[in-house]
């Protein structure tokens, strides 16, 4: 029976031989029945691998990633190229050249300088920092026109605050004066109720006060000058508090340091020119028995240098030594506030004040600023004045 396969010439039991042992070789692929003896024979080695056409190079991915925001109309990507080898192939279809020699052809592109895009990237971040310095720039002139703001709201709110705190202080005071002139003036109604009808002794009580409050005040002599250590002439005394005087004090009125109207006097020029700011206050005024009122006071004034040289001249004698100058510091320029009494007897045959008599407790002011009895008894030793505030003679 005949075989429906075709004949096997001589020449294919070769090339079947071939193809086995090419697929046994591992020098050989196997695909390579497939390329012909032209084709092989045609190769021309390269002298470094290359791919077959012109890549571009990192300034066309660059231009296609980053397209600057400030690109101008006419402005044209740049473009760098690698002018690589081609193969036969595409040098043939380039040129239409069709020799077996290979031939490396350039690729003729439009060149452009690499310092233009970094130019151009460098502008652009130049350009970014002044816009963020710009910005910065601004908000700190917000920042510090807000903070003047802010400083002239707050000094604006301090001097209402101010302004309110003075007229709250003022108010507080005017309240404080109205109250005082209220009380004084309970007082002095108080005081015109409890005096009985044709009985003069309060009448005078209350006037003397009055007039004697800020001592005895005198004007010096214009025709007479006379030197301030001269306390009993030379001077014109106020005519009110004189013509009271004589005509409300008997003759031969009894005093704490004398009798009659001149000793008066006198006595009351020596405390208001020696006696700083002295103020003479009535408290309160009462009946201590048939034809006697008594009177409590307050009396106070400054002790200045004129003070320790006329009234406490031991200390002032011995200022520069170790036992008299601390004295003389602790009191010098103090102020002394002390309680009285002041007793006024009425002769109702005259209708005149027949006695004065006063006291104060100087005692207990000097104790509280000397801090020691022993300091006191050296402060009093050779004073003219008693520490129950009573002149005393000069010895």
């Known amino acids: 029976m005949r075989s429906n396969s075709l004949p096997v010439l001589p020449h294919e039991h070769k090339s079947a031989r071939k193809f086995q042992r090419m697929n046994a070789s591992v020098l050989h692929p196997p695909n390579g029945w497939s390329f012909s003896d032209k084709v092989i024979g045609d190769v021309v080695q390269r ?42 192939q595409a040098a043939e279809a380039v040129n239409g050249r069709t020799d077996s020699k290979p031939q490396v052809l350039p690729v003729k592109v439009h060149k ?3 310092s233009e895009p970094l130019a151009n990237n460098k502008s652009e971040a130049l350009f970014e920092t ?5 910005v910065s720039v601004a908000d700190l002139i917000a920042m510090g026109q807000e903070s003047l703001r802010e400083a002239r709201r707050q000094n604006q709110r301090r001097y209402r605050k101010k302004q309110h705190d003075n007229m709250v202080g003022l108010e507080k005071e005017t309240s404080q004066l109205q109250a005082e002139i209220n009380q004084l003036e309970d ?26 409050q800020h001592g005895l005040r005198e004007q010096q002599s214009a025709q007479h000058p006379s030197p301030p250590s001269d306390v009993a002439q030379g001077k014109e005394t106020c005519s009110a508090q004189v013509n009271f005087l004589r005509s409300r004090l008997a003759p031969d009125v009894i005093l704490n340091d004398g009798r009659g109207v001149d000793a008066a006097i006198y006595c009351w020029r020596r405390i208001s020119f020696w006696f700083e700011d002295f103020q003479l206050e009535l408290e309160h005024l009462h009946k ?14 400054t002790i200045t240098e004129r003070t320790l040289r006329n009234v406490f001249p031991g200390i002032w004698n ?39 008599i006063a006291q104060s407790d100087l005692m207990t002011p000097m104790l509280r600023l000397l801090g020691s009895l022993k300091d006191v008894e050296q402060v009093f030793g050779n004073a003219i004045i008693s520490p ?8």
């Not at 002044?130 to 710009?134: D, L, Q």
């Open 112 to 114: 452009t300088s690499m």
């Open 187 to 212: 007082q002095r109604r108080a005081l015109a109720a409890t005096v009985p009808e044709g009985a003069c002794i309060w009448s005078v009580a209350i006037e003397y006060f009055l007039l004697f």
């Open 288 to 301: 201590g028995g048939p034809n006697v009122l008594l009177a409590t006071t307050i009396t106070s004034f």
């Open 47 to 88: 002298v470094r691998a290359s791919p077959d056409i012109a890549t571009p190079s990192v300034a066309t991915a660059w231009e296609h990633t980053r397209v600057p925001q400030f690109q101008s109309a006419g402005w044209t990507t740049p473009h760098q190229v690698k002018i690589t080898h081609v193969g036969r």
């Open 318 to 356: 011995e200022r520069e030594s170790a036992v008299g100058a601390p004295l003389v510091d602790k009191l010098l320029r103090q102020r002394i506030v002390m309680r009285g009494t002041t007793r006024f007897e009425w002769d109702s045959s005259r209708r005149r004040v027949s006695s004065v």
């Open 388 to 395: 129950d505030f009573r002149w005393r003679m000069p010895s």
């Open 130 to 134: 002044r816009t963020k310095s710009n």
